[in-house]
């Protein structure tokens, strides 16, 4: 029975290495078809894959609304909202197996508790820092994600190839100028001035964001797991006068 054992053992062991090799093969493979480009649009392709290389290509996270709005004229693909609720429970899911993966999608954290903010995607390889949900986050994300989605209207005006449907891209990217709070002209694409505007509100105020991100992230390092850094505390950290900085209480492990 025991060389059995140790048999099965030992074919689990290669099945979960030869997996992780074939998801590292996968990256490699999604970095060449790195978006935006139409290459990268293929029918069929995994969510999760097609998510990833947004990320990668914004630099940032991005919730799931702005992703699935960007999906239809990028790529041509409708995503409905529910669909990235079943993407954070199978990575999760992943994470829990013996299938390791060279990088997860998980979410944004809360600065003081930890806790996921879903709608908000990230990347495990990014620095905790890069994926803390500060005070003034939420105003910054979106302003780096609507810069994002202009970027991306511009690349495609000069390259049609790059969207499925660049006259769609450049008005989601107006409306995401108009609601940044510059006033946008009917027709008037003025990709450089919208950046420029944004940046400048970006810059205002990163620098205190990122302060407290990065405080937070030295904290939240400390007091989560592995595991609860990319998908959230399972629960709310308890801070009672006199208990240890990671204390939880039963409850908090049912």
């Known amino acids: 029975m025991m060389p059995k054992r140790a ?12 997996e992780r090799q074939l998801a590292e093969v996968r990256e490699r493979r999604a970095a060449l078809e790195m978006v935006p480009g139409r290459s990268a649009s293929k029918p069929g392709r995994p969510l999760r894959d097609v998510t990833l290389e947004m990320l990668e290509d914004a630099r940032c996270p991005l919730n799931s609304l702005l992703l699935a709005s960007v ?11 529910t669909r990235f609720g079943t993407l954070s429970n199978d990575e999760a899911s992943s994470y829990d197996s013996s299938r390791a993966r060279p990088v997860y999608l998980c979410h944004g954290l809360t600065f003081d508790q930890g806790q996921a903010v879903k709608r908000f995607w990230a990347r495990s390889d990014w620095p905790l820092a890069e994926r803390v949900i500060g005070p003034m986050s939420g105003r910054i994300l979106f302003l780096k994600g ?14 049609p190839q790059r969207a ?43 620098v205190e964001d990122r302060t407290v991100r990065e405080k937070a992230a030295e904290e939240l390092e400390a007091r989560l797991s ?3 850094q990319l998908f959230g505390a399972r629960a ?11 204390w939880r209480s039963a409850a908090d492990e049912r």
Do not use: C
């Not at 030992?10 to 099945?15: D, F, G, N, V």
């Not at 709310?236 to 990671?246: E, M």
């Open 236 to 246: 709310g950290l308890v801070s009672l006068p006199g208990s240890p900085a990671g």
């Open 226 to 228: 592995d595991r609860e």
């Open 146 to 159: 609507a810069a994002w989605v202009i970027r991306l209207a511009h690349l495609a005006s000069t390259d």
């Open 164 to 206: 499925d449907n660049p006259e769609t891209l450049n008005y989601l990217a107006a409306d995401q100028a108009r609601d940044a709070g510059i006033p946008v002209k009917r027709g008037d694409f003025a990709y450089a001035a919208w950046l420029e505007f944004i940046n400048d509100a970006i810059g205002r105020h990163e």
């Open 71 to 81: 999906m239809r004229p990028l790529q041509g693909r409708n995503v409905p909202a």
């Open 7 to 18: 048999d099965l053992e030992r074919l689990k062991a290669q099945e979960a290495e030869l």
